[in-house]
């Protein structure tokens, strides 16, 4: 007998069950976009699986809380991808892979920008970024905005950096 009461697939006999004992994690029905997952808010220690996670990927994520911040956070918060550097970039957590490899030339004179937004953004995001030409291929600058020490930050040649994202300080460069 359905625990409904009327007929039933096993799926949702499962639901049910699932949905009333404390303390089981829920992974909302169906699939999101990251620019579709609903407010964390009415979902907080809810799961959702993500078919564009960093771009690319499909995963679950948790609608998590810290003070008064709710976001959705990434399960698994690592994933790397190389791409190239032809024009000035933004940079977002839930978008953007949490490590970037980055190549591509950028001409002399030139400076190409890679904004870390704070949109979606959670707390311990992070980027790390690594600059993979060689030298002669790289020859203008590569910066990063956005961190909280107000001005740029260069990644030379064949360097990387790292920034983690704090709810009071913002983007802030750890390496």
């Known amino acids: 007998m359905p ?3 009327g007929p039933l697939t ?34 907080l220690g809810k799961y959702a699986r993500v078919t564009d996670l960093f771009g690319s ?17 990434p399960v698994r918060p690592v994933f790397a991808a190389k791409q190239t550097v032809a024009a000035d970039m933004t940079l977002q957590a839930l978008k ?4 970037l490899l980055l190549d591509g030339n950028v001409p002399l004179g030139t400076t190409r920008k890679l ?6 953004a959670f707390p311990g995001a992070s980027f790390r970024i690594k600059q993979r030409n060689t030298l002669g291929t790289i020859l203008g600058a590569l910066n990063v905005l956005n961190v909280n020490l107000g001005t740029p930050v260069a990644i030379l040649t064949g360097g990387s950096q790292e920034f983690v994202y ?6 802030v460069q750890v390496t």
Not at 57 to 73: F, S
């Open 57 to 73: 990927t499909t995963d679950l994520v948790l609608a998590a809380r810290t003070g008064a911040m709710m976001y959705w956070k």
């Open 166 to 171: 704090d709810v009071v300080d913002g983007w």
């Open 96 to 99: 953007t892979p949490s490590i």
């Open 3 to 5: 625990l409904s009461g």
């Open 10 to 43: 096993f799926e949702e006999d499962v639901r049910q069950i699932v949905g009333a004992m404390p303390g089981i994690p829920t992974i909302l029905d169906g699939s999101f976009l990251v620019d579709t997952l609903p407010p964390p808010a009415d979902n």
């Open 115 to 120: 904004t870390l937004s704070t949109n979606m």
